[in-house]
């Protein structure tokens, strides 16, 4: 082998080494930052508030400068939406340590958004009993004046404002969830989320209408909307063409849309498919006439 050669094959291999070290750093710090972040509510249960307020201050942070995705913040937080009394009460004197953390104010809301839920159902109002709607309201009311509170105490409360819209959807309030929705555009013209939480309400079955839907989509382009943001949004409206055609006895067409949003969904990958698509899932994996159709 040659002097040349050798050299050449000296610094190709050394170009190879420092590729991998780099690669595997930020394997590194990516995966640390999530073992990091699964260790949240292991702080609040054994009340560890000095590291919990520093972690979730972290992530935040992270989130604000552009290292972490509205999707990436969100399963962070999921860890919480299961409490009980004493990681609750935990809460509580999180708060009174630090009286103005955003995280702590964010968690108790957003568990109680989801309490208000949980009590309501998943019926249509019509066949939601009263004393179950009241329930809702209760825990709504809570959990609204923890996620305002929270508005104020960083400078881009992405996550609150996505359960403040949840809860004005349910409460039929379409002016305050226009005004969640931009809000949230403006802090991150490229979400996905509040979008996504947003087009549910255009559904007719809530009111709205295929025509509203594609005018948001359409809206959602000219507005910073990502392409891969795009085709969740057009996902979306077709899973629910598909529940509508379903709904008047038309399989042939239900296949069709069906089809359309799963295609989409494969398109886009990672969680959307489970968080956005139930119709789709659940019509081509339990109907007879569609169980070929099962990915």
């Known amino acids: 082998m040659s002097p040349v050669v050798s050299l050449h094959r000296r610094i190709d291999m050394k170009v190879f080494m420092i590729m991998i070290m ?5 394997l590194f ?3 640390s ?7 949240l509510l292991g702080m609040l249960k054994a009340k560890e508030f000095e590291k919990l307020e520093s972690a979730t201050k972290q992530i935040q942070s992270k989130f604000e400068k552009g290292a972490l995705t509205d999707i990436e913040l969100r399963n962070i937080y999921r860890q919480f939406y299961d409490l009980n009394n004493e990681t609750l009460n935990n809460i509580q004197e999180w708060k009174r340590k630090f009286p103005s953390s955003y995280a702590a104010y964010l968690i108790r809301g957003t568990y109680l958004k989801r309490k208000g839920f949980d ?9 939601t009993p009263i004393e179950n709607q009241k329930k809702m309201l209760e825990y709504h009311d809570v959990a609204k004046t923890e996620l305002t509170t929270s508005l104020k105490l960083t400078k881009k409360p992405f996550l609150s404002v996505f359960h403040l819209l949840d809860i004005s959807k349910a409460e039929g309030d379409e002016k305050t969830s226009l005004e969640l929705l931009e809000s949230a ?5 490229s979400n996905t989320l509040v979008r996504n939480r947003y087009m549910q309400s255009l559904e007719p079955r809530w009111g709205g209408s ?4 594609k005018d948001f989509i359409a809206k959602s382009k000219s507005e910073g909307a990502s392409a891969v943001g795009i ?7 077709y899973d629910d063409m598909g529940f509508t055609s379903m709904e008047r006895g038309e399989k042939c067409a239900a296949i069709e849309y069906f089809l359309k949003a799963l295609e989409l969904a494969q398109r886009v990958g990672g969680e959307f498919r489970k968080d956005f698509l139930k119709n789709s899932d659940y019509y081509t994996c339990s109907e007879p006439a569609l169980k070929k159709y099962c990915q």
């Open 185 to 189: 555009n403006k802090m991150l013209p």
């Open 22 to 26: 780099f690669l595997s750093f930020g």
């Open 210 to 213: 295929y025509e509203q839907m």
């Open 231 to 237: 085709m969740q949004l057009e996902a979306m409206m």
């Open 29 to 31: 710090t990516t995966t």
């Open 33 to 39: 930052f999530a073992q990091g972040g699964t260790n």
């Open 119 to 127: 009590a309501r159902g998943g019926k249509y109002i019509s066949e």
